[in-house]
């Protein structure tokens, strides 16, 4: 059973910054890629930044220049650093893991206050 594990969630006020980590429990290069997502209630989960095992990485434009998505292979974590946060980027967000199936993390609120 894969397991995703979020943390890092939180209050911030606009401008500020946040780290997202997700834990995997076994070797992040099990899967073809991971990434972030989110999602606001009512409305359908969008992809906000995705990195593959060759180190590809993908931004949503809506956070290009403001994220960055990393990875710690030896911890088997992948963080997105969150910079210059905006009311918009509230949601919550999503760990997610590509291998021969999708495997999702149980999500962590980004509250971002104006």
């Known amino acids: 059973q894969v397991q995703l594990v979020e943390s890092g969630g939180g209050l911030v006020q606009a401008g500020g910054s946040l780290r997202l980590s997700c834990a995997a429990s076994l070797s992040i290069f099990s899967f073809n890629s991971m990434g972030w997502y989110r999602q606001a209630p009512g409305k359908q989960r969008e992809l906000v930044a995705s990195?593959?095992?060759?180190?590809?990485?993908n931004y949503a434009d809506s956070v290009k220049g403001r994220f960055t998505i990393s990875r710690d292979n030896a911890k088997n974590t992948v963080y997105l650093q969150m910079n210059s946060l905006k009311p918009e980027d509230t949601r919550v967000y999503y760990c997610?893991?590509?291998?021969?199936?999708?495997?999702w993390g149980q999500g962590t609120q980004v509250t971002v206050s104006s």
């Open positions: 990195i593959t095992r060759g180190g590809n990485t």
């Open positions: 997610n893991a590509y291998g021969a199936i999708a495997y």
